[in-house]
């Protein structure tokens, strides 16, 4: 049975949906209708604590009393996918364009803070972090200052003027309790997302062949320092920067957040490939189990358990046992083109969006997948042909930076027994190149996307292998399977009922 008006659609944070769409949509969408509400909450109580902000922005910046803060309207708050983002203005004070900055806040009902409480906290400590490590061992990459960040409770950094590691700095009681990270407002003469010119400019090689250079750069600069460890960067209460979170990448706060419970403790971090790779699985395993809409039916339950179960069996063929134990590379996994700031010549001005940046093997480093557009698991046929010509084109250009670099490198050896860039040991066209060819860019991309892997493994890992392929695989996922099918079955049934109960109630408060 539909709602008495099936046409009618609801608000989700940044688009509205219908009720045919919301019982097709592989997302729990019963979460997503509660998010517009809970950003009213959340807007509120910042805004309540307006004062309290405003102090924080002034103690970081070191203002004068005669310098006043005034918080931007709420038109101005800028809801992103994790983060709430408020311009602070600045009377009087001529230290950046416009005389603001930008104050960012996470989203507890983004991050399964209310089931987890402490996953704000670790979200901010690692980007504060690569913040500072990025400053400090890839000063050529263009990230906004960072002036300050807090932590829940009385835990506040201010970064000093030399861009010296931040130091813990007291200040009047505050009860803003939320963590949160004070930065440059990127103004429009600096730079406007890439996403705004990306479908008009797209063809126009001059402008891309820029982009593709600048990118270059900044990608052989995070490879340029090999890390000892599988994880996250994290930042400790006396301001000490090490790796020791495990690794924050997006699929950690997206299962959490819809009420799976957590995997790896926080600080638990890898020496080797496969063990990682293993606890990702674990998370999408736990989409099957704890997400209500996971599968649509008895079959389609079986088949993600064979296809993870499959995965599983074959990681061995696309694990290198030359660098299964390191080195490891800070790669920024939430790197698209609405984090990249450009000019009008598309040279790359900023990066934002430093979160869920970690520190992963080389077989999980990839050329950008995003530019033809198309979702991960939709890339097969003609729009798989197109992104390997798009690929292909920015590796060239790729292998020609990446052969600059290695020459200055060489002159700076020769005229300095102390090079200041430490040369990298790893090829990165070579090791794309490679991973492409091989399938890893496929099988390690989709450990990415919770919703995506069962696409990803019928349109490439499966063709790899030419044995048959048979469901009976899927009794090997766990020796509970037959449990979980009956329950995801009876579960899906339950969950339309209530999203059906959602768009009727919706209906009938139209109707009064």
Known sequence: MLPSNPTYKKNLLHESISYESACEAERNILLELSYPSKRVEFFLELFQKKEEIKQLVSHHLGLKPHQLCQIGGFSEWKHGSFNVCIPVYISKWNRRPKNRVMIRFPLPYKLGESSNPGNMDEKVRSEAATYVWMKQNCPEIPIPHLWGFGFGGDLHFTARDNNAPYILSQRPDCPLTS???????????????????????????????????????ILLSLTRTPLPQIGSLTIDNDGAVSLTNRPLSIVIPEAENDSCPPIVNRNYTYSCVEPYILDLFKYHDNRIRYQPNSAISQDDAVNQMEALTLMRVCLSDFVNPSSRSGPFYLTLTDLHQSNIFVDDDWHITSIIDLEWACSRPMEMLRPPLWLTGQAIDCLHGQSLADLKLAVDEFLSILEEVEEEK???????????????????????????????????????????????????????????????????????????????????????????????????????????
């Open 179 to 217: 963590p949160y990270l004070l930065m440059d407002y990127i103004e429009w003469e600096q730079g406007r997302m890439l996403s705004n010119t990306w479908d008009k400019h797209s063809d126009d090689s001059k402008r891309k062949t820029t982009f593709f250079r600048d990118l270059s750069k």
């Open 406 to 512: 290695e020459k200055e490198e060489e002159e700076e050896k020769q005229h300095s027994q102390h090079s200041l860039h430490p040369c990298s040991i790893l090829s990165l066209a070579k090791t794309f190149r490679d991973n492409w060819t091989t399938g890893r860019i496929w099988y390690f991309r989709s450990l990415d996307s919770l919703t995506g892997l069962y696409g990803v493994f019928l349109n490439h890992i499966q063709p790899i292998y030419v044995s048959n392929i048979t469901s009976t695989a899927a009794r090997y996922w766990h020796p509970d399977a037959d449990d979980v099918v009956r329950k995801r079955v009876d579960d899906k049934l339950e969950y339309d009922v209530q999203l059906r109960k959602a768009f009727e109630q919706e209906d009938a408060k139209l109707d009064d």
